[in-house]
């Protein structure tokens, strides 16, 4: 009788070990945060949606000022993106999808290169390059 006890005991044990580290291991997986580059990349991408749906000031909003810019100035930038997405539409029949092609962050400087695949109207396809900053929590286009 001893040795049944000894061995539920064992086993109770057991099972209490698995549960625990299938816990620690669920845990684990669910508080992981996404990678800087893959955050840098998603933002990338959605600023350029933004410019793409005809959001020009977010767009703008989106790009890194170390200081404040003049209401002037703002509204140059909004119409030179005007301007960028006329030339898009009349020479490639606009952009029609952004895929994030690959994203490297740098952690240390709070930067990152981000490689947007454009795809136009006329089937043709660009990688550009979009760099990025991080500043107080938050990627913007440099």
Same mark, same amino acid.
């Given at each position: 009788?001893?040795?049944?006890?000894?061995?539920?005991?064992?086993?109770?044990?057991?099972?209490?070990?698995?549960?625990?580290?299938?816990?620690?291991?669920?845990?684990?997986?669910?508080?992981?945060?996404?990678?800087?580059?893959?955050?840098?990349?998603?933002?990338? /991408?959605? +600023?350029?949606?933004?410019?793409?749906?005809?959001? +020009?000031?977010?767009?703008?909003?989106?790009?890194?000022?170390?200081?404040?810019?003049?209401?002037?100035?703002?509204?140059?930038?909004?119409?030179?993106? /005007? /301007?960028?997405?006329?030339?898009?539409?009349?020479?490639?029949?606009?952009?029609?999808?952004?895929?994030?092609?690959?994203?490297?962050?740098?952690?240390?400087?709070?930067?990152?290169?981000?490689?947007?695949?454009?795809?136009?109207?006329?089937?043709?396809?660009?990688?550009?390059?979009?760099?990025?900053?991080?500043?107080?929590?938050?990627?913007?286009?440099?």
């Amino acid at each position: 009788m001893v040795r049944l006890g000894v061995v539920r005991r064992s086993l109770r044990i057991g099972a209490l070990c698995v549960i625990v580290a299938l816990c620690v291991i669920g845990a684990l997986c669910g508080c992981s945060q996404p990678a800087p580059s893959e955050v840098a990349g998603r933002v990338a /991408k959605q +600023y350029y949606e933004q410019l793409v749906q005809g959001d +020009y000031a977010a767009f703008v909003d989106g790009m890194w000022q170390p200081d404040s810019i003049s209401a002037a100035y703002r509204a140059e930038l909004i119409g030179n993106m /005007k /301007k960028f997405m006329a030339e898009q539409n009349a020479q490639r029949k606009g952009i029609r999808e952004i895929h994030v092609d690959t994203a490297e962050a740098d952690t240390a400087r709070h930067t990152a290169d981000v490689y947007l695949l454009f795809r136009y109207g006329d089937n043709s396809e660009e990688r550009v390059l979009v760099p990025m900053t991080e500043h107080g929590g938050t990627w913007y286009l440099r």
